[in-house]
Structures are given as C-alpha cells and as structure tokens.
C-alpha cells in the first residue's frame, strides 16, 4: 500500500494476513532494571543486525562475562554486566566492528560471499585488533573499516561514505542495488517516480496531458519541475520555434521515440 493512498485497505482486518501479527507479551516489570543492567541472550542466540547481516558475537560475550562479571540472579543471572557507564561504553567498543577487528572481517567475509564481491581485506590486516574504552582514554584511536558503514579507512585513508559502493562495487542498500531515491507516496508515483521495472501505471493520468499513461514513464518526473506542458519544438526555414498544440514529452518516449533534452 503506497503511503497515503486507502484505497486498497482490506475490509476485514485478520492478525497475520491482512496486518501485522499480534502476539502477546509477558513481562515482569520487576525485572527490568536487572534486565537493563546486563547484556541479553539474543545477542549471541540471533546475532547482531548490521545492513542485512547478522554477526555473531560469542567470542565477544564471552570476553565481557570475563572482564565485567555476570549477574548472579533474577532474569539476567548468567549474563555480562552493564552496571557502570565504563562497562556500558566497553561493550559497545567490544560489539561493534569499528573497534573490533574479528568483527569487522565476519561482516565483510559475510558481505563477499553475498555480493560476490572482494570486502575482506578492507579489514583483514586489522582481525585482531580490539579497541578498548581504556585504550580511548590513553590516546585518540583510529577505527576500523566495518560493514556498519559505507566508507573506508582502509590503509590509513580518511573516511568519505559511500567508497565501499564505489571503488570495490558493493551493491548499494536500495531495492535495485544501483543508486537511487525512492518513496512509494501515490502522488510521487502519480508523477512517474517509481524504479525501472515496476508495471505500467494504469489509469494514472500523465502529468502534462491529464491522458492515462501508456507505460510508465521514466520522463515523467520532468513534470515535476514545471507547471504547465511542455511545447514541442518544431524547425522552419532553418529556424526553431514552438508550435502552439502542447505535446506530452512522456507520450513520445512512450510511443519509442527518443525526447530531445
């Protein structure tokens, strides 16, 4: 469903089918502060979610119950502490693939075998570095090229984004893999903003003619930028002028001609 559009809302709303699912919660509110004062299960039993990857911290839960200590009761009895901002902030440092070299080569080793790419030697020299908070409190630290971002510190260089994309071909995070902006609101899709590929916009009337569209229209968005139609430009006696007749520029690359401009 495009956003703002309730045309195509189901008439009954069943959990799961026509919505989202509703599922049911028990929680002890007793234990919150227990459970905010300590490291989760999940983080090692699912992963940690980075850009359609999921890393698995084990080794790294286990060096945090080492250094921190564990809780020893209630929901979170087992699991690493949290207690302090310095544990808080070491854990952080520990999860994260800008400051854990291990990490960071799983992600890009797991991006490779996606993509078909190289990624692994953008931190590979660098698997068994960790960044500590201590270290940070010594001297400022450089961090380490992690799929978590688009840019490359990789060899010293200074982070710009998106060099991942570029200069090693790593598909961009869109629905396509190539660069582009989309939102799916009906009135930017009634203007022929939608990616290459998507079903004609049927009964949608094109911008410059108020006629339905024939295909959709990749000159459409051109509409956009003015308020009236666009004249077609005709040559006499050597002399280009405009005719007074308005000519769609979207109905002619949709008829298969090639618009000028």
Avoid at 14 to 24: D, H
Avoid at 227 to 253: D, F, Q
């Amino acid at each position: 469903m495009a956003h703002g559009d309730v045309s195509s809302l189901p008439q009954e709303w069943v959990p799961g089918v026509t919505m989202p699912k509703l599922v049911p919660t028990e929680r002890d509110y007793t234990q919150i502060r227990a459970k905010f004062d300590a490291l989760g299960p999940l983080a090692e039993k699912l992963g940690l979610p980075c850009k359609g990857i999921m890393l698995k911290p084990g080794p790294e839960v286990e060096r945090l119950a080492r250094n921190h200590g564990v809780s020893s009761d209630g929901a979170a009895a087992g699991r690493p502490l949290l207690d302090t901002d310095i544990r808080a902030a070491d854990a952080i440092f520990t999860l994260s693939g800008t400051t854990n070299g291990r990490i960071s080569t799983e992600g890009w080793d797991t991006l490779s075998k996606r993509t078909g790419t190289p990624l692994v030697e953008l931190s590979e020299e660098e698997a068994g570095k960790l960044i500590s908070f201590a270290d940070t409190q010594v001297k400022p630290q450089g961090v380490i090229t992690s799929p978590e971002w688009s840019g490359s510190e990789h060899g010293g260089r200074r982070y710009s984004a998106f060099v991942v994309n570029v200069e090693h071909a790593k598909p961009w995070h869109t629905l396509t893999g190539r660069m582009h902006y989309y939102l799916d609101h009906d009135w930017m899709r009634d203007m022929g903003e939608s990616p290459a590929g998507l079903p004609a916009s049927a009964g949608l009337p094109c911008p410059c003619t108020g006629r339905p569209h024939q295909a959709r229209c990749p000159r459409a968005r051109r509409a956009r930028r003015r308020s009236r139609c666009a004249t077609s430009p005709r040559t006499t006696s050597g002399r280009s002028t405009r005719s007074t007749s308005t000519t769609c520029t979207c109905s002619r690359w949709d008829a298969g001609a090639r618009p000028s401009g």
